[in-house]
Nanobody, 126 residues
């Protein structure tokens, strides 16, 4: 089973940028739908962005992050990235990456993912 490790979180001022990374173990990374979720204190985990497996290049984003966040993957490095620009205080949360084999049609739901990372904290100060 694939294992995921996130990094890149931290404290940043509003308007700043961060890039999160999620490294996956194993040799089948390219076959996984990779998704970023986030969870703020007292709130449910919510979908942020997803990228299709293989080299399809297809992505989707939550409305709240469209135009500010970009998801990408590097299969040579078994890594998925989340570039976050124009950060807002409401982006403060623990960010998790998740993996599911093949194309996951219900990617915005937390149920059914094969693996989750441990999370990385992002704090945006006003």
């Amino acid at each position: 089973q694939v294992q995921l490790v996130e990094s890149g979180g931290g404290l940043v001022q509003a308007g700043g940028s961060l890039r999160l990374s999620c490294v996956a173990s194993g040799r089948t990374f390219s076959t996984y739908t990779m998704t970023w979720f986030r969870q703020a204190p007292g709130k449910e985990r919510e979908f942020v962005a997803t990228i299709w497996p293989w080299s399809s290049g297809r992505t989707d984003y939550a409305d709240s992050v469209k135009g500010r966040f970009t998801i990408s993957r590097d299969s040579a490095k078994n890594t998925v990235y989340l570039q976050m620009n124009s950060l807002k205080p409401e982006d403060t949360a623990v960010y998790y990456c998740a993996a599911d084999r093949g194309i996951k049609s219900d990617y915005s739901r937390t149920e059914g993912y094969d693996a989750w990372g441990q999370g990385t904290q992002v704090t945006v100060s006003s």
